[in-house]
């Protein structure tokens, strides 16, 4: 098996060609990649996957230097993507593809590769020697019914919805130009409420909605008052042809307090629907508040296992790894602390 470069490919022949596949998700397709190569986060790769003249799919990566360290991801941890990975059929020869990716890495001279993809399974991955990560992301199952999604919500997810609604909150999916920096300020404030900044500059907001708006690849909604015209909830979705994915959301104190959130979530659940999508992801699991059960928990889902797997090709870019993790961490409560 061999992974022949392809960045060659237009944008609009490389979107065709992965939508082949099974495994082919929004994170994949240009627009996403761009946004990604946008904002820093490395130089994006594209290969060919294939074997004895036969293409068994694609395959996609960003090759980032930090300091004396050549790091691939596909994807980064921190990169807003939860997949990536091969672009492939769910019976494709992961062990082999494990093979020439090795290879692939030497001879780009890479010292750190992470992969994550749903294809890839950690008893696998640990046998080629990677480490594995977990975490939990809350997935809800859409129906094409809005009648049936309605009922599959909790009774309590109802009866905020409707108090939303009595309170006459207004929803819309907004294109203007102003929706990014009224949504950061949103983000601001939440992160803000827990002492931390927010983990994505203004910019990468910015570069996310040039990218995705023209493609229509990105739902941004707003719950609005129409008394007093403030925005009391936003959020940013992206959506492919299957799912789509709560990436960013954010919301006042009032808008809390009238329930502006279950609208917000309700009204992604209902595009989606208009649109024949068949799952919403909502995003990682999180500690449970003090007042007790989560708000993703209204919403009729279950929560479903994220890997991440981590193979060092050196044990210094190892021990560096850890530190960064840590250091990013610290930055980021230390500027929580100046908002």
Same mark, same amino acid.
């Given at each position: ?17 992965? =939508? ?12 996403? +990649? ?9 130089? &994006? ?9 036969? @293409? ?13 360290? /050549? ?11 939860? #997949? ?5 059929? !769910?019976?494709?020869?992961?062990? $082999? ?10 001879? *780009? ?27 939990? @992301? ?7 019914? &809005? ?10 997810? !109802?009866?905020?919805? $409707? ?18 920096? @009224? ?13 931390? =900044? ?6 990468? #907001? ?14 941004? &909604?707003?719950? /609005? ?13 992206? %959506?492919?042809?299957? /799912? ?13 307090? +009238?329930?502006?959130?279950? +609208? ?7 595009? =989606?629907?208009? $649109?024949?999508?068949?799952? #919403? ?25 994220? #890997?991440?797997?981590?193979? %060092?090709?050196? =044990?210094?870019? /190892? ?9 990013? %961490? *610290? ?9």
């Amino acid at each position: 098996m061999q992974l022949e470069p392809v960045d060659h490919l237009p944008a609009g022949e490389w979107d065709a060609a992965v =939508a082949r596949y099974d495994l082919a998700m929004f994170y994949h397709t240009s627009a996403w +990649l761009g946004f990604l190569e946008d904002t820093g986060r490395g130089r &994006v790769l594209r290969f060919r996957i294939v074997e004895r003249g036969r @293409t068994l799919g694609y395959f996609a990566a960003l090759l980032l230097r930090k300091g004396p360290f /050549r790091l691939l991801g596909s994807p980064f941890s921190g990169s807003m993507s939860e #997949y990536l990975g091969p672009i492939v059929q !769910r019976d494709f020869p992961v062990d $082999r593809f494990l093979v020439s990716l090795d290879d692939l890495c030497s001879s *780009l001279r890479v010292h750190q590769l992470e992969i994550g993809s749903p294809v890839l399974d950690p008893a696998v991955m640990r046998g080629h020697g990677y480490e594995v990560r977990e975490w939990k @992301t809350f997935q809800v199952t859409l129906s094409r019914d &809005v009648e049936t999604m309605w009922s599959a919500l909790s009774s309590k997810s !109802r009866n905020r919805i $409707r108090q939303a609604l009595k309170h006459g909150l207004v929803t819309e999916d907004v294109r203007e130009p102003g929706f990014i920096p @009224t949504h950061y300020e949103q983000v601001r404030e939440v992160f803000g409420r827990q002492g931390l =900044a927010p983990p994505f500059p203004l910019a990468d #907001y910015q570069s996310l909605a040039t990218r995705l708006k023209p493609s229509d690849l990105v739902f941004t &909604v707003q719950v /609005r008052h129409p008394a007093t015209g403030d925005v009391l909830a936003s959020g940013v979705f992206p %959506h492919d042809g299957n /799912r789509v994915y709560s990436l960013s959301t954010g919301s006042s104190i009032l808008g809390r307090q +009238l329930c502006a959130n279950d +609208l917000l979530h309700w009204t992604v659940l209902r595009l =989606a629907c208009e $649109r024949g999508l068949s799952q #919403y992801r909502m995003g990682d699991n999180y500690r449970v508040p003090a007042s007790g059960g989560k708000f993703k928990d209204k919403f009729s889902g279950s929560y479903e296992p994220v #890997y991440r797997f981590v193979r %060092h090709y050196s =044990a210094l870019a /190892r021990h560096a790894r850890r530190v960064y993790v840590a250091l990013q %961490h *610290l930055k980021q409560r230390a500027a929580g602390r100046l908002l």
